[in-house]
């Protein structure tokens, strides 16, 4: 038996013995059960152990050392990560008139409210 990973909660371990058991690789949890109310200062933490020659395959499936997708990098970089100013005309201002017209409401509310208190205030 081989130890992949090292966890400091129980719930991580689990997961990470989840995600082996989908991808076909049997691992188990161990650790002291009682540790985690110790304090974090106090734990060692919890370890997922798989058979020795899986190993190798389970460390690379919980490290994430998958090769890159480019095409989801190609889809992020065209889809994502552009700035607001950037963005056509009619979004920007469907954007504008949204945020006004939840703020106005809201605003005149208010301006009924400070005229009732200031009325109640001075007579």
Do not use: C
């Amino acid at each position: 038996m081989s130890v992949v990973a090292k966890y400091p909660l129980r719930f991580d371990a689990d997961l990470a013995v989840a995600m082996l058991g989908d991808a076909g690789i049997e691992g188990v949890v161990i650790g002291d059960a009682h540790s985690e109310s110790a304090g974090f200062g106090r734990i060692d933490g919890f370890g997922v152990v798989v058979r020795v020659e899986v190993a190798e395959d389970a460390q690379v499936l919980l490290t994430n050392d998958q090769p890159a997708d480019r095409e989801a990098d190609a889809l992020d970089r065209v889809y994502h990560h552009r700035r607001f100013a950037d963005r056509p005309n009619w979004v920007r201002y469907g954007t504008y008139t949204v945020l006004s017209a939840l703020a106005g409401p809201v605003t005149i509310a208010a301006l009924f409210q400070a005229w009732w208190l200031l009325d109640g205030f001075f007579p």
